[in-house]
């Protein structure tokens, strides 16, 4: 598995950089399925005052905590503040939506350091994956346009962590992979 698309799996709270007050935008969809799905989401948008009915914030610094990744759902010449902002605040993964991302915006969050995806639907990539994307993942992946990823969810990690403190996300990334390579 592509390891920026591995490191973002395991982020538990993601800020969503992208989604309307009007809603209807990609943006607000990935906010509610990924806050259905267990991860905890904070909108960030320049002028409201909420999304989907939740606080929301004017920029990744205004955040009342540091998340894990950013996904980003804006055009690419929006994408560079936040790129920088995230690298500033100390936050190493980002997810840029397919029309987010450009070439210049893939390099200089490369040349920064940050681990990056691109070209990929996160919905297609956070489990659990459900409804019509559910169904598109399992047709890309017979024509090999997706590929499999660790089936971890923000649940199994708050469990892991509870039994066994205090536990990293990269030990759970090596305790997932041993209990696939495991002979039988």
């Known amino acids: 598995m592509n390891q ?3 490191d973002f ?3 538990q709270t993601i ?8 809603g209807g935008k990609f943006g607000n969809m ?21 999304i989907e009915g939740d606080a929301c914030y004017r ?3 205004e955040l009342p905590r540091v998340p894990d990744g950013v996904l980003i759902s804006l055009p690419p010449e929006k994408g ?7 690298v500033e605040l100390g936050i190493r993964h980002v997810w840029l939506q397919p029309g987010a991302e450009s070439a210049a915006l893939i390099n200089l969050a490369g040349v920064l350091g940050l681990s990056v995806v691109y070209d990929k639907c996160i919905l297609m990539y956070m489990q659990p994956v459900r409804s019509f994307h559910a169904f598109h ?19 199994m990690i708050a469990t892991s ?15 997932d992979l041993a209990r696939k390579v495991q002979v039988r």
């Open 59 to 61: 920029s990744l610094r």
């Open 9 to 11: 799996v395991y982020c």
């Open 4 to 6: 920026a698309v591995r």
């Open 15 to 22: 800020a969503v950089v992208g989604a309307s007050h009007k």
């Open 161 to 175: 962590a509870a039994k066994k403190s205090p536990q990293t996300v990269a030990e759970l990334m090596d305790e």
């Open 80 to 86: 560079e503040a936040v790129i920088r902002e995230a």
């Open 137 to 155: 993942r399992a047709v890309a992946h017979l024509f090999g346009r997706v590929e499999k990823t660790d089936y971890i969810t923000p649940q």
């Open 30 to 50: 990935a906010y509610r399925e990924l806050g259905r799905n267990g991860y905890d989401v904070m909108a960030v948008h320049p002028t409201a005052e909420t």
